[in-house]
């Protein structure tokens, strides 16, 4: 398994936009972000990121398709601990709290059933 920390911002957007779109070309994580990145620098971190192992790649017809090593449901895990563990002081409570404190509305009446459903079956 790879660490997410070793890698520098710009190569997290890369592989936001690839967890994002799933498989991806470079041309289709370059139209992702949308942020004036010329294809050869895209492709050039896809580079890197593969040789850190955190992407991997298969060829399709004459180009790369891009995928992560770290499934989508064990990646969000670990994003979420290091959340927690980073600005709730490793505690849950204080992280659901705050969710719970955002935006008016955010959260729909069957969101918060679900949320006691899942808080009763946890105990």
């Keep these: 398994m790879t660490k997410y920390t070793n890698m520098s911002r710009r190569e997290r957007q890369l ?6 779109l799933d498989k991806a070309s470079a041309k ?3 139209e992702y972000l949308d942020d004036g990145s010329s294809y050869s620098t895209i492709r050039t971190l896809l580079r890197k990121l593969v040789e850190k192992g955190h992407i991997k790649r298969t060829e399709s017809g004459l180009k790369y398709l891009y995928y992560p090593v ?6 969000s895990q670990n994003a979420l601990k290091r959340v927690v563990s980073t600005f709730f002081d490793d505690s849950p409570m204080l992280a659901v709290n705050s969710l719970l ?11 918060f059933k679900q949320i006691e459903a899942l808080i009763k079956k946890k105990k």
């Design 28 to 30: 289709e994580v370059m």
């Design 101 to 111: 404190r955002m935006k008016k509305g955010a959260i729909t009446e069957e969101e």
């Design 70 to 75: 770290v499934k989508r449901k064990t990646a």
């Design 15 to 20: 592989m936001d936009a690839v967890y994002r």
